[in-house]
């Protein structure tokens, strides 16, 4: 392995490199931004990258480099059967790993693995033991990030069965970890917590795309409030104080212009519409499905202010949430609240690129909305003056550039733990 060194560097890289990338599915409507934008950053810098996942949605993006996904379940039969042999074997990762070593042209030099959950880390695991080559396994969420969470989605009936399946997980997970050459995941918690596996563990930000996301201001003859994304449950991302708020301005009479966008899915809007009902503000909400990714920034330019949905970290979580939202909406300059403040890293993040406001009560969103309110009266639009430049995503990809070029050839010829 040669190495190259790169205009303007901090570092030394090595040239040439086979990169082997797998990831959990492709989920609409985003599709893994952080991983397909690290894929396409280190093709950019001559690496040979091959992206491997599990098919589920159509993956329609666009991408500079050989990818390939297989369909796990292909009915309701297929999926009891699997997802209970997988559970006493660990089948899928199994299946998942003899998929790729089959497939792959050549030896990699280093593995990716990056996960929301659990899937692909023990496949990783497995095909690093095979080459003999070192892995670096990312991290955008883990299970104690919100205890029980997910337990809780499910009914009596199947909250024993989930109990078990979860911590399963998390023990192959663990495992996995121990043994890896390095870990990369999403906050400060993330990084602290994952370091009792592994202290080789790094922080690299969600992060936002510049090619994407970025000012351009748009006049609205209306005042803009603008949310987009998923909304599992309001235990992690909790709208109450918004809406104790937007009920306050109504009775006030306060701000005839004022309407509510969300980009949200059904699940999403069943949860948003009875909130809206409870606090009599139906008239101010307006509900669009998903759009593509790369109409997302006109949306945030035509908007006042983004909310980013959050909570109050407690004992029992959450944890460590930095929805790439955040981010997108940080590079477009856009007066973001969060709501309710985490009072932990995102605020910290808010107050640190002075992206607007982390509100912890009903006085701080409706002075916040106030000020953006008298500043879009007068120009039409808002505009944040926010220090962004630190979390787009190719800053953040120059950390796992970092780390690979920390493997020099003792490493990569030491054999795989096994």
């Known amino acids: ?195 009792q596996f592994n202290p080789n563990t790094h922080l690299v930000y969600n992060g936002y795309d510049r090619n994407d996301f970025f000012p351009k201001p748009q006049p609205t003859n209306k005042f803009r409030i603008t949310y987009a994304g998923r909304i599992y449950n309001d235990t992690v991302r909790n709208p109450k104080l918004l809406f104790e708020a937007l009920r306050i301005i109504k009775q006030n009479n306060q701000m005839p212009e004022l309407i509510v966008d969300w980009f949200i899915d059904d699940k999403g809007m069943a949860i948003i519409s009875k909130y809206a009902e409870c606090y009599d503000v139906e008239h101010l909400m307006l509900y669009h499905d998903y759009i593509p990714q790369k109409e997302m920034n006109d949306v945030y330019n035509a908007s006042s202010v983004v909310v980013v949905l959050s909570n109050k970290t407690g004992e029992k979580g959450p944890f460590g949430i930095m929805t790439s939202k955040f981010f997108e909406a940080l590079g477009a300059h856009r007066p973001i609240l969060v709501v309710q403040s985490d009072e932990a890293e995102l605020e910290h993040v808010v107050k640190e690129t002075k992206a607007g406001c982390a509100a912890k009560n009903q006085d701080d969103i409706l002075q916040f909305l106030h000020l953006n309110y008298d500043v879009w009266k007068h120009n039409g639009y808002t505009l944040q003056k926010s220090k962004s430049d630190d979390y787009d995503r190719e800053t953040q990809s120059r950390i796992f550039l970092r780390i690979i070029g920390q493997l020099d050839k003792s490493s990569l010829s030491t054999s795989y733990q096994k």
């Open 1 to 195: 392995m040669t190495t190259l060194q790169i205009a303007n560097p901090e570092f030394i890289i090595p040239n040439l490199m086979h990169v082997l990338v797998i990831t959990d599915p492709f989920y609409k409507p985003l599709y893994v931004p952080r991983v397909r934008y690290l894929c396409d950053f280190l093709v950019r810098q001559g690496h040979q990258v091959e992206l491997y996942s599990e098919e589920t949605d159509k993956t329609d993006f666009q991408h500079s480099y050989p990818l390939t996904v297989w369909r796990f379940i292909n009915s309701k039969t297929d999926w009891i059967v699997k997802t209970f042999w997988t559970l006493l074997t660990d089948y899928k990762d199994r299946w998942f790993a003899n998929k790729v070593i089959r497939h792959t042209k050549s030896i990699p030099d280093v593995i990716i693995a990056s996960t929301s959950y659990t899937f692909p880390l023990p496949a990783a695991h497995i095909i690093a033991r095979h080459f003999n080559c070192p892995l670096i396994a990312d991290l955008r969420d883990i299970a104690e990030q919100a205890p029980n969470l997910l337990i809780n989605r499910y009914n009596l009936l199947t909250k024993p069965f989930v109990g078990i399946y979860n911590r399963l997980n998390v023990k192959r997970r663990n495992k996995v970890l121990r043994k890896a050459y390095a870990i990369t995941t999403v906050s400060p918690w993330h990084q602290k917590f994952l370091k």
